[in-house]
C-alpha cells in the first residue's frame, strides 16, 4: 500500500492556512476557522466511511456471485455415490 502523499494543492492550501493561524491576531476569527475546519473534517470522515463502506459492501457482493458460481459449478459436476445416504448397504 502507498503512503498517503499530499498533492501540491493540497501542500499549498495546508502552508496557506498554516500562515494565517500563526499570524492571525483576532481569537474570534480563529474560533471560527477552527470551527470550519473542524466541520470540514467531519465530512471527509463522513465521506470517507460512507465510500469504505460502499466498497466493501461492493466485495462483499463480488464474493456472494462468485460463491454462487461456484456452487453451480459443483452441482454440475457428478459425486461420488454415498452408499449408506442410499441404503444400499445397511
Known sequence: MKPI??????AFESEKL??????????ETL???AL?????????????NFLAMQAAESENEKLKL???IIRS??????RPLDLKQNNLFE
Open 36 to 48: 470550519s475546519l473542524l466541520a470540514r473534517l467531519a465530512q471527509e470522515r463522513a465521506a470517507k
Open 31 to 33: 474560533q471560527q476557522t
Open 73 to 78: 459449478s459443483n452441482d454440475d459436476k457428478p
Open 18 to 27: 498554516s500562515r494565517f493561524i500563526r499570524e492571525c491576531r483576532d481569537i
Open 66 to 68: 462468485l460463491a454462487t
Open 5 to 10: 502523499e499530499h498533492r501540491l494543492d493540497q
